[in-house]
């Protein structure tokens, strides 16, 4: 059977790194195939010259057996090659159906497109609301959006990066089944993903990449799960060690009977929401994305002010009408789920981004900003969480969504905080700096932090949290210990069908 694709020595360089060396893989026509890889192994610059985003310096890409040239991604399309960025390609100020509406061929008919994208995603388990402007959606929405907009086009090659990351577990074993359907279809799918165990679950084949080049090619379902780790990282990943919380005697963070209109007529309404975390616990909120975890972590951060000071009580004082630099003086840190653009600033480099949050640690003084001692932070973060970075002078956008991540992170716990509100924190990122990145949350909260750990990854809330809140149409459970709960009862909960019947637990006195 010919190839529906087939990479032949595909190389690609920049500055200081080699991005792709020498990589040859094949799809078949209906084979699902995975690339695995750690953050920075070359995965998202292959994909790119795949979808003619970047193009090889040298190497051949052939689909259905025929040479492709030089190509873009309009050229990509024609050929039936659709792609879903992890950072996405989307306009922000206009709608989701106008964002879609763009990338397809043929006459504008909006009405018409609303009702197959309400149609599709509704099939998908993934609900979009057409008229949305895209400013206004979660990460997790966007990312809905973008899988839609591909699936609309009736797709040859479909290649999708995380894309499970929004769905609850009954919605992931829907999506499967359709990936399933497409590839009986002759769809090929190139499958992105750091969750193993779905890798083994669907997909046919895989290709491992270290380093931008290939070390393996493997069966998933002939393979363990810690056998695919030590490809993509070249080593055993550590053991996660959780001891057990010892919640201090008062609240760090406590939320009163919270009700809040959205700041838009698209978001979620929050609904008489109370909960609290203690020092030396992690307290995980788990949902699907867009069912007001944008809202709540908004109010709580800081970025949004409540007329009612004593709803969110920060260290034993009202804060809901502190800023969020008065609120960061009280001891809180936060980390946002978007990345490039609300963690960081694109195009400045690390030793400025650490300033953004670290300057209280000394890097300016009297207005004026230390270039020394923040170059020195931005180092200290660099080392510490394993950064792999061009040097302080990096700029945020030259690194790999897993290092920008980790650096991130590290940002924020070099300012050893009372509070920590983490939202997706391992969203995109690599087995290894994931597994990192929650040993280390594990590791400040037995030292005393409170941390509020917004995700949608079940297995991560099930790995780490001490106990767990669903919030569900702008409404949030009571908590329940991890230990005392699975991940099929906390997904029926998260879509709303699981309310009844289910054990409350108690905040701790």
Known sequence: MTPRLELRNICKRYPGVVANENVSLSILPGEIHAVLGENGAGKSTLMKIIYGATKADSGEILCDGKPVEAHDPATSRALGIEMVYQHFA????????????????????????????????????????????????????????????C??????LLILDEPTSVLTPQAVTRLFGILRQLAAGGCSILYISHKLDEVRELCDSATVLRNGRVTGATRPRETT?????????????????????????????????????????????????????????IVGVAGVSGNGQAELIALLSGERLHDKADAIVIDGAPSARLDAGQRRKRGM???????LGRGAVPEHALWENGVLTGHA???????????????????????????????????????????????????????KPKLLLVSQPTWGVDVGAAAFIRQTLVDISR???????????????????????VICQGRVSAPLLRTETDREAVGMLMTGLGEEGRKDVAVPD
């Open 361 to 415: 640690l000394g890097s300016v003084q009297n207005g004026l900003v230390d270039r020394k001692r923040a170059a020195l932070f931005a180092r200290s973060i660099i080392d510490r969480f394993s950064v792999k970075a061009n040097g302080t002078a990096a700029p945020a956008q030259s690194l790999s969504g897993g290092n920008l991540q980790k650096f991130i992170v590290g940002r924020e716990i070099e300012l």
């Open 333 to 339: 840190a936060f980390v946002p789920e978007e990345r």
């Open 151 to 156: 699936l609309l086009q009736d797709p040859k």
């Open 225 to 281: 799960a810690i056998e695919l780790a030590r490809m993509m990282v070249g080593a055993h990943l550590p053991a996660m060690h959780v001891d057990p919380a010892r919640p201090s005697a008062r609240p760090v963070l406590e939320v009163k009977s919270l009700s809040a209109v959205p700041p838009d007529r698209y978001g979620v309404a929050l609904k008489d929401v109370s909960f609290a975390v203690h020092g030396g616990e």
């Open 90 to 149: 989307l306009f922000e100020s206009v709608s989701v159906v106008e964002n879609i509406a763009l990338a397809l061929r043929g006459a504008f008919d909006l009405p018409a497109l609303s009702h197959r994208i309400r149609e599709l995603s509704e099939r998908y388990g993934m609900p979009i609301d057409p008229a949305r402007r895209v400013h206004d959606l979660s990460v997790g929405e966007r990312q809905r959006v973008e899988i839609v907009r």
């Open 447 to 469: 030292a005393g932090t409170a941390i509020l750990l917004v995700s949608e990854e079940l297995d991560e809330l099930f790995e780490i949290c001490d106990r767990l809140l």
